[in-house]
């Protein structure tokens, strides 16, 4: 199993599409990402219908232990992306 890197997502959009050079491929992929990027920076939730929705999600603060010596650490609260799967994407996905 392989991962898809952006460039094979620009390189298919640019074979699928025969009037949209590499660049402009490439332009469009890139402003998706920044505005969704922006959203979630905003605490705005991002959906893309049949495939999910990204949000942030915010961990309390929470006591750690430290591996080596086993003592308490305070581990601060922090803010994380999360992505929740659409219906379509979950049926696709575990097709059996």
Partial sequence: MTAMVKSELVGR?????????RADADAAVEQILRA????L???DRVEV??????SVTTKPPRT????KTGEAVAVPAKTAP?????KLLRDVV???
């Fill in 13 to 21: 959009l640019a074979a699928q599409f025969s009037d949209l050079t």
């Fill in 41 to 43: 920076a905003e605490g």
């Fill in 49 to 54: 219908r049949d495939f999910g929705s990204f």
């Fill in 94 to 96: 575990d097709r059996d």
């Fill in 64 to 67: 750690g232990r430290n591996p």
């Fill in 82 to 86: 999360h992505f929740k799967p659409g």
């Fill in 36 to 39: 969704m990027t922006a959203r």
